[in-house]
C-alpha cells in the first residue's frame, strides 16, 4: 500500500497498560546544587563567583556565567544574591550554568522611578552599607536627593555613609552642619596634585563590608571606585557645562572586591531620581530621626504639613539643630511627592 492511500483511520496507537502518566508539579530540589555571589549583571546573563574549595578541597575560586532556571520565573536576580547554581560550573568560555534558587536575602535596597511608580526596582541585595557619594560642587550638591538615599538606607537596615568629594572646590563644613543631628557618618576626599586625598578614611569605612556605592552622575563616584579597587577601569565621564549634570557612564551594577580581599564595593550607575514609593508614608517620618520626636505633640492623622502640626514649634526651639528648618522643609517636600504634590 502506498503512503497516498494511508488516512487517520490506519494509525494504530498502542496505549499503556498504565494508562497516561500525570504531570507532576513537583521541582527537583537541587540538593547537590552550589552557591555563588552574583557579581554582575549583563542582558540576561549572570557572573557568578564561587567560593574557594567549592568544587573541592583545592579547588580555587571561580567565576561562572549562567543564566535563570525556570524554576525561578520571573523572580529578579540582581548583584549581591546569594545564588545556587547546578550544570556547567566549570567556568569556560562556553560554560552556561543554570541559576535555580536565590538564597535568603539579608538586606535589599530599593528605589522606584518616581513617588508615585508602583513597581519598585531591586538595586542590590545584602549589602552592609549605602555609600552616598555626593560633590561639593561642579556638580552641586542635591540634599534632597541626600535624604532620600538616607531614607532608604534606613528603611532597608543599611548603614548610611557620606562620602564627600570634590572638596579641594569647596569646604565641606557647611554642607555637613545639616546632617550633624543624625550622626551620619562621613568621609570627604580631594584632588591635591593629581592625587585623591581622604582614600585611607574611606578604606576603612568599607574594610570587611559590602558597600553599595550610589549617586547621581558626574558626582565622581567610578573615579572613586578606579582608585579604591586597581585594575577596576569603570568609566568616568565630565559634567554638562550647561546644565551642571553628569553623563550616565556606568551602565550596569557591578560587585568589585577590594584589595587584600578586605569587602566589596558595588558601583550602580547614576541615578537622577530616587523615588520612593514603596515605603509607607506614615513610615517616612521614622526614617528623619532628627525631627520624629516632634510629633509627639501633633493631632492625630496631622500630615505634618499643616498649622496644627508641632514640628513648627519644635524645631523653632532648636531641638532639631541649626540645619532642623532645612531639614523639615526636605521632609515636607518628601511628603509632598509621595502623596502626588511637586517635590520642587
Not at 568560555?93 to 518616581?114: G, K
Not at 552641586?140 to 532597608?156: G, I, K, N, S
Not at 580631594?190 to 569605612?205: F, V
Request: charged share 30%.
Amino acid at each position: 500500500m502506498s503512503w497516498r492511500d494511508l488516512d487517520e483511520g490506519d494509525v494504530r496507537v498502542r496505549p499503556s497498560r498504565k494508562g497516561s502518566r500525570p504531570r507532576t508539579k513537583d521541582r527537583p530540589a537541587h540538593a547537590d546544587a552550589l552557591t555563588a555571589m552574583v557579581i554582575g549583571v549583563d542582558r540576561g546573563r549572570y557572573t557568578c563567583l564561587l567560593a574557594k574549595g567549592a568544587l573541592g578541597r583545592k579547588e580555587p575560586e571561580r567565576v561562572v556565567t549562567a543564566m535563570k532556571a525556570r524554576d525561578i520565573g520571573r523572580t529578579r536576580v540582581v548583584v549581591g544574591d546569594d545564588v545556587a547554581l547546578v550544570g556547567d560550573l566549570s567556568g569556560g568560555p562556553d560554560a552556561l550554568a543554570r541559576i535555580v534558587r536565590i538564597e535568603e536575602r539579608r538586606s535589599v535596597l530599593r528605589r522606584t522611578a518616581d513617588d508615585t511608580d508602583p513597581y519598585e526596582r531591586i538595586i542590590v541585595a545584602n549589602a552592609d552599607q549605602l555609600v552616598i557619594v555626593t560633590a561639593l560642587a561642579d556638580p552641586e550638591p542635591r540634599p534632597r536627593m541626600v535624604d532620600r538615599c538616607l531614607v532608604a538606607a534606613y528603611d532597608a537596615d543599611l548603614v548610611p555613609l557620606l562620602a564627600l568629594t570634590k572638596a579641594d572646590l569647596v569646604d565641606p563644613a557647611d554642607f555637613l552642619a545639616s546632617y550633624t543631628p543624625l550622626e551620619v557618618d562621613h568621609v570627604v576626599t580631594a584632588r591635591k596634585d593629581g592625587e585623591i586625598t581622604g582614600l585611607d578614611a574611606l578604606r576603612e569605612k568599607l574594610a570587611g563590608k559590602v558597600s553599595v556605592l550610589v549617586g547621581h552622575s558626574g558626582v565622581g563616584k567610578s573615579t572613586l571606585v578606579n582608585a579604591l579597587v586597581p585594575g577596576a577601569l569603570r568609566s568616568t565621564g565630565v559634567v554638562n557645562v550647561t546644565t551642571g549634570r553628569g553623563r550616565h557612564t556606568s551602565t550596569n551594577a557591578v560587585a568589585l572586591r577590594l584589595p587584600d580581599d578586605d569587602g566589596w564595593v558595588i558601583d550602580t550607575p547614576g541615578i537622577r531620581s530616587f523615588g520612593l514609593a514603596h515605603i509607607d508614608v506614615d513610615r517616612i517620618i521614622d526614617h528623619f530621626p532628627d525631627l520624629a520626636p516632634g510629633t509627639e505633640g501633633c493631632p492625630r492623622g496631622c500630615s505634618h504639613d499643616e498649622e496644627e502640626c508641632a514640628l513648627d514649634a519644635w524645631v523653632a526651639e532648636g531641638h532639631a539643630g541649626p540645619a532642623g528648618p532645612s531639614r523639615l522643609e526636605s521632609l515636607r517636600r518628601l511628603l509632598g511627592s509621595r502623596s502626588g504634590g511637586d517635590e520642587h
